[in-house]
Structure formats: C-alpha cells, structure tokens
C-alpha cells in the first residue's frame, strides 16, 4: 500500500533531505584514491549524527553499516570493506539518513582520479543526465510509468543496459515503501501509479555498460555485480510531489 505524506511529513523530509546533501558535500572530498571504504563509512556515520540524524541503512536488519559502496562491476548494496580506492575506480556512494522519524536516499557514482577509459566519462554523464531530466518530468497526473519507460528508452538509446531487478522505491517512514519504480516500463501505463500529491519516492537509475543481468558476489551476504562483470552505475535522488511542484529533497 503507498503511504501518501502529508505537507507537514513533506517538510521534516525537506529538512532531512538538506542534511543529507550537507553531509555528501562534506563526505565526497574525502574520497580520494588510497583510503578504504571502511574510512568512508566511519566518516559518513559520523557526519550524519552531526547533524543530528541516523543511519538509515543500520535500520535495514542485518546491514550493519552507515553506507553501500560498490567498485567498478558491483552495482548495490556492497558493504564497507578494508577495500582501498585505486586510480580510475568507478566508485558508488549510497547513502541514506533516517531524521525526525523519516528517510531520505541518495546515491552517485564517480571516478576516483584519472578514468582509465574516456568512455566512463559518458557512461557516468548519461546517468547523471537521464535522472536529472526524468525528475523534471514527475508532476500529479502523469503516470509512474511513463518515468519508467522514459528511463529505459534514454539508457538503451545510449546502448547502456538497465539492471531490471533493481529498482527505485516509495520512502518515508520505511526506508523502502511502495510503490516500486522500475527503470522500464513492466505493464501499460495506464496500469502503473498516478503520481498524486503526497507521493514520495526514491527514483534509482541503475544501469551498466554491458549487461541487464545481475549476480550475487562470492562470499558475499549483500553485494551485487552485474553477471558479466561490465562496469556499473547508479544516481538517486529523493523527490516528493505536493499540490504545486515536485520538490527534489535529497
């Protein structure tokens, strides 16, 4: 069942969601080639209790970290490791804040220092790119489908493939709510959500450069990969639709 917010539970996310960006403004320089992912979420974890929130993702039963991290072909959910950042890594900060009894997600993906390829420069640009514009896009009335659809259209028009089992998700109370929002459309339009006021949501741009299919790590409880190992990305932003506009909170 989707759980509409109301203005006032739109407003504490809007504060929530502007500590988050404060806290990945100040997390994101000290991601640099040479310190572990451990740093990265010892830092992260710190950062969100100054500014007076919670992890979102310790909430989630049995991750027991603050941030997911993927490197290069993981796609999501890789918990923090003694892993160190190299030069020309494809690097993925996930990172959620639980404030005032509400959640926000957020994740980008960025090369660490020189790309060792110039195609992973347009390969992270069209993510970047493609979520921006599918935000412009939700407004009451129009159908979550046609989001979907148009992010599937974007991704495969750049000849990138999206990781179908992967989604974006309704968010507030619960870190992940209904609706579900895939990045393809899988019924007729018409048969996807309106989107109302009130309605919050995690739009996830997952996508990689040679492959739809995904697969679980070795030796690993939580982290995913893309099947062919293919270089991997993803852009999330937390939105919410009210009576006037769509209000991107993270």
Known sequence: MVKLKTPEEIEIMK???EKLRN???ELTPRITEGVSTNDIDKWAEELIKGQGGESS??????YHWTICCPINEQVVHTPPSTRKLKDGDVFT????????GFHTDFAKSWVIGKPKSPEYISFLETGKDILTRALSQIRTEKYLGEISDFIHEEITKRHYFILRELTGHGIGRDLHE????PNYLDRPVQKTMKIVPGL????EVIYSMGTEEIAYEKDSE???RTQDNSMSACFEHTIAVTDTNTIILT
């Open 15 to 17: 504060t929530g969601g």
């Open 23 to 25: 806290v990945v403004a």
């Open 200 to 203: 919050v949501v995690a739009i």
């Open 222 to 224: 939580w982290s995913i």
């Open 178 to 181: 209904d609706p579900s929002v």
């Open 57 to 62: 993702f310790k909430r989630v039963p049995g």
């Open 93 to 100: 900060l996930d990172i959620g804040m639980y404030y005032k």
